[in-house]
């Protein structure tokens, strides 16, 4: 009898397998493969819809929250999406083999880095079988190797992206293990995989905090992980407040539901008073509780008193703490104790206080004169995103297809010798 | 009564609060500190001498081996050898808060990375006092806070060396806690370091491989690790063989010991007879073993044959396993299956046959026609090294000050706003 140890170390071998080969891929041939998904996408969409309703209609007698159906079906318009995203990815230049910092040393060798793949990564999701294809095409893209494992709702659905996605890599003559979707809805495949340390060389956990918490816990291989957004912009005392007030509104209402939303905005005092009460009207109006300080409140008498808790909630939805401030000291004190180091932002008009706060404040985004809600990949150029990066090492922020590569150094000599 | 946890989350947070004051310092106060900690070393020499003689005493009276005992003394010359490191650190430009790859989005924001220090470092590692002051330096030049647990054998050292080091800290006005040397012998405060995730952002082990497997076993903060060293060097059809033996034979008499020295000597059969039995004889002639495949023993009949064992082992010693190849791809398809993914070499005049190596070879340094014990931070001109990773993400291969640091985004607008 096979367990499932057996199962996920099989696959685990096959994706190694097919990571070497797709390491070496060209450029050419991965364009060839994600265009090829993107043709069977287009021509094989009946049978993924009907695959999908099978997936929905469990999940409806399942008796699912309506934001979770919404999420698992795959409408003409979610395809559509996909498939564009494919051709995208297909049109970005190759990440890999490109060098950089190509110096000579001394003795005439050549010193440089050349980007390479990680290798094999694992990806964790949940019911949101657009990710199959996102993840899937971002990997290969990067000349990695992959292993799918998607919530157990959308296994059918899944399923079937896997059949056209192995159909555009056979067709492109790459491994068909170089994507790989597992199977069974086995919640202890996940503790496998992420302890396969011998074939995985990373986990990116797509999902809710307390998935990847858990996770992170239990996990052997390194992982590429998002936990809080707790997000803050600061007016400072030199701020320009028309544009303050839209940055702030924005950072707030763009969705409640990004991480980079903001969720404690921080006031110089002596713009507080010229500042708040409008802002606040203009957030009310729109449905944000609010709440704040006890000098907040002064200027807001609609404001609830906020207490710790506030300062350390990624609320993720339409609620905005207000705290006052008496300098931009205090301001990076309170986003150090308080925040998660995701994205923080300034208001001002100095360079000094902007200057200092980006040097200051240690998240992996710090904006002048920008609403939080920006942390994105794309926003940034990166052309593409399979998420965001709390962690400190290798890939912070907004994770394009550059996090899931590597450098290794190429040197080249004609004989040198070391000692000689 | 408090525990050795309370101790070690203590020292945790002391670590936290210095590395924020750390993450702001000044170019010119990091060298200060640095050139302040030589000038003591220099003036301090017989305090630090009878300190270390303590340690070297009882070292011997517990009977460790002579090569323990010569790694734990502070003669003059390795006393001179730390100042010289600390002068040379502090000459070398900051690494922190320079700006990368600057682009303008359409809408006209500012997109740059600014490189920032990794936050608290742990470093641990066996009974070398200079480590001590080595890795204090690097942390502190890189901005980083850093905890310091040495062997436990030279502890009155580690202590005598650490009042050097916050003298140097509290001459430049900088937290006495950037540098904390563990100062309790109990084994298991190394449990706690490697466990303190809310504290410690980085652990880098440095010693023996057993060491560090375990540790890696245990540890939940992220780890900047060596494991093995199983380095080739593969001689082509198309090499200079005169340039062959000569790159062959430094890298593996250049040091045994070393972890780029190498371990298997790959010859493709073409070339075999003209370049292994001269080169068999110049090695021999120098006292090492030789182990070879059934072909390569019909070359050099001194040969012992090799196994499969021979082919997976790190020597580290006088030894060296060789195999005849058919084919570069299947000297790369040895080196897939038995190496370690630390240094390889191919030496060889065309370039068709180096494209290829240095592309399909997934190490973390690929030379050619050079040998494989120039593995080394020095020698690749990063002007410092804290070790050798063998780790995919983050730093890979030779790490130097860049890998004691990370990139955080910084974004500068005037007021653009997302989804307007």
Same sequence: chains 1, 2.
């Avoid at 070497?20 to 069977?40: D, I, W």
């Avoid at 500042?275 to 006890?294: D, F, M, N, Q, Y």
């Avoid at 992996?364 to 052309?383: I, K, R, W």
Wanted: aromatic share 4%.
């Amino acid at each position: 009898m096979t367990t499932l140890q057996d199962t996920m170390q099989q696959i685990g071998r096959q994706a190694r397998q097919a990571s070497r080969v797709m390491m070496r891929a060209s450029g050419a041939q991965k364009a060839q493969a994600l265009l090829a998904m993107a043709e069977s996408l287009s021509t094989q969409r009946s049978a993924l819809q009907s695959a999908n309703a099978t997936d929905v209609e469990a999940a409806r007698a399942r008796k699912l929250e309506p934001a979770l159906l919404d999420r698992l079906t795959l409408s003409e318009r979610s395809i559509d999406v996909m498939i564009e995203g494919l051709r995208q990815i297909a049109a970005m230049p190759d990440p890999i083999g490109g060098l950089s910092a190509t110096t000579v040393r001394p003795n005439g060798m050549q010193v440089a880095q050349m980007r390479v793949p990680l290798g094999v990564i694992g990806i964790i999701y949940e019911s949101r079988p657009n990710v199959t294809i996102d993840a899937a095409a971002l990997c290969l893209k990067s000349g990695n190797a992959c292993i799918l494992r998607g919530g157990s709702e959308a296994l059918q659905s899944n399923l079937a992206l896997a059949k056209i996605v192995a159909q555009g890599l056979i067709a492109a003559g790459l491994p068909q293990h170089a994507v790989q979707v597992i199977d069974t809805p086995d919640r202890a495949a996940v503790g496998e995989l992420i302890t396969m340390t011998e074939h995985i060389d990373v986990i990116i956990p797509r999902g809710g905090k307390s998935l990847i918490k858990r996770l992170a816990a239990e996990a052997r291989v390194p992982m590429i992980k998002h936990l809080d957004g707790n997000c803050h912009v600061y007016i400072d005392a030199q701020a320009d407040l028309n544009q303050a007030s839209d940055i702030a509104f924005n950072a707030k209402t763009y969705r409640y539901g990004v991480c980079g939303a903001m969720e404690t905005l921080l006031v110089h005092k002596d713009v507080a008073a010229a500042c708040l009460p409008t802002l606040a009207k203009r957030l009310s109006a729109h449905g944000v509780e609010l709440r704040g300080c006890i000098q907040t409140q002064q200027l807001i008498p609609q404001a609830i008193l906020a207490t710790e808790e506030d300062w350390a909630t990624e609320y993720l939805g339409p609620i905005l703490a207000i705290r006052i401030v008496d300098s931009i000291q205090e301001a990076i004190a309170h986003i150090e104790r308080w925040g998660s180091g995701h994205t923080d932002s300034i208001v001002t008009q100095q360079i000094a206080a902007a200057q200092q706060f980006q040097r200051e404040v240690d998240s992996s985004s710090v904006y002048v004169n920008l609403p939080t809600c920006f942390a994105d990949g794309f926003e940034y150029g990166l052309g593409a995103e399979i998420g965001i990066s709390t962690n400190r090492l290798h890939a912070r922020g907004p994770v394009g297809l550059e996090g899931l590569t590597t450098l290794k150094w190429v040197l080249q000599g004609n004989g040198q010798l070391r000692g000689h």
